[in-house]
């Protein structure tokens, strides 16, 4: 089954839901995807205490969902159901067999993400396909471009773990990658493989690195139509960020890590890109 067959699109009728759900057509209609769109609902509503009928909260949710879904031009199911938004859409996705899901994330950053949460973000780290996230940034209207795609790439000894479920999204688009790795001269690892002031990195030094870079794509996107390699100095989410910015690129593709307990504290380099980045990006989990 290829990445864009079976599409589930989770909403919660937000102005983001709106332009999500308008890529989300668009992807329907150039790859002929079946595409189940899922409310999740509170288990229950927050006055629930004061006597709230529930079989009414739950129809007037129904309502508001079939007049949201309304202007859509192509054919979809549609599902409602209660419970943890993140536990849901992970579990939805096996059990209905989709092959991608497509979600909105609303940017929160720092002390925000951190006190709130993030369904996008816990929903990366724990389904079994991948997901397709749109920031605020992402031009939803232009639907999804395949001329290239940015493959960060963390390590230069070795491909990263679950590189052939990233070949596979490489393959299933046919299209060009661009293999972008980020030497961040503030870590330490590094130290040892270029000098300590990039002015004074040779040529050699970067030629040899991006030969590396290069090796370890091959390995990840054998047989990609054409593949091409950047080395780039400085922070690893803000140059990512910066060369997907460039035009070239219709898709940012990256691994993600499964959820620890660290998690709900730390935020992973691939929930910063997802959250700031103009153009859609793929995460796939790797371990």
């Not at 009728?13 to 890529?23: H, P, R, V």
């Not at 992970?90 to 993030?118: E, N, P």
Request: aromatic share 6%.
């Amino acid at each position: 089954m290829k990445i864009f067959d079976k599409i589930l699109c989770p909403i919660d009728f937000s102005e983001d839901s709106i332009k999500t759900l308008q890529w989300a057509e668009l992807a329907a209609k150039k790859y002929g995807s079946q595409v189940t769109i899922l409310h999740v609902m509170e288990p229950y509503p927050a006055a629930v205490d004061i006597g709230i009928d529930y079989d009414r909260y739950h129809a007037t949710v129904l309502r508001d969902m079939q007049n949201f879904l309304e202007p859509l031009k192509i054919h979809y199911e549609s599902i409602q159901s209660s419970g943890v938004p993140s536990q849901k859409i992970v579990a939805l996705a096996k059990a209905l067999g989709a092959s991608v899901i497509v979600m909105g994330t609303r940017g929160l950053r720092g002390a925000a993400h951190k006190l709130v949460g993030s369904t996008t973000e816990s929903v990366i780290r724990n389904a079994s396909v991948p997901v397709i996230t749109l920031s605020p940034h992402v031009d939803r209207t232009s639907g999804p471009q395949q001329e290239r795609i940015l493959l960060p790439v963390s390590s230069l000894t070795f491909p990263a773990r679950g590189y052939i479920r990233l070949r596979k999204i490489v393959r299933d688009l046919d299209a060009a990658i661009t293999l972008f790795h980020v030497v961040d001269l503030k870590d330490a690892m590094f130290g040892s493989s270029f000098s300590a002031n990039p002015v004074l990195v040779t040529t050699y030094e970067t030629a040899e690195k991006k030969e590396d870079l290069l090796r370890i794509g091959r390995q990840i996107a054998k047989n990609a139509t054409t593949t091409d390699a950047i080395v780039q100095f400085g922070d690893c989410t803000t140059e990512i960020g910066h060369e997907s910015e460039s035009g070239k690129y219709g898709f940012v593709l990256m691994g993600a890590k499964r959820q620890t307990i660290l998690s709900r504290f730390i935020e992973s380099k691939a929930y910063v890109v997802i959250s700031e980045s103009r153009v859609p990006v793929i995460t796939i989990r790797v371990n």
